[in-house]
């Protein structure tokens, strides 16, 4: 079983735009653009020891990871 499958249900989350491929697609690819920025920035913001910065951009992250 791939990563993909493992971590995400496609099936499910096809069901839940309606069927629409072309739609989710679109969605995955903007859920990896932009986990990938925030993740990026919450490890600048680690570096630079602006705990309170991650502390938001992690709870941003969780909360894309959840809604998809």
Same mark, same amino acid.
């Given at each position: 079983q791939d990563t993909f &499958? &493992? %971590?995400i249900n496609s099936t499910v989350l096809l069901e839940r735009l $309606? $069927? #629409?491929s072309d739609f989710l697609n679109e969605m995955l690819l903007l859920f990896i653009q932009e986990s990938r920025k +925030?993740? #990026?920035e919450t490890q600048q913001a680690s570096h /630079? %020891? =602006?705990w309170q910065t991650v502390a938001k951009l992690a709870h =941003? %992250?969780?909360g894309m990871g +959840? /809604?998809?």
């Amino acid at each position: 079983q791939d990563t993909f &499958s &493992s %971590l995400i249900n496609s099936t499910v989350l096809l069901e839940r735009l $309606g $069927g #629409d491929s072309d739609f989710l697609n679109e969605m995955l690819l903007l859920f990896i653009q932009e986990s990938r920025k +925030l993740f #990026d920035e919450t490890q600048q913001a680690s570096h /630079n %020891l =602006q705990w309170q910065t991650v502390a938001k951009l992690a709870h =941003q %992250l969780k909360g894309m990871g +959840l /809604n998809m």
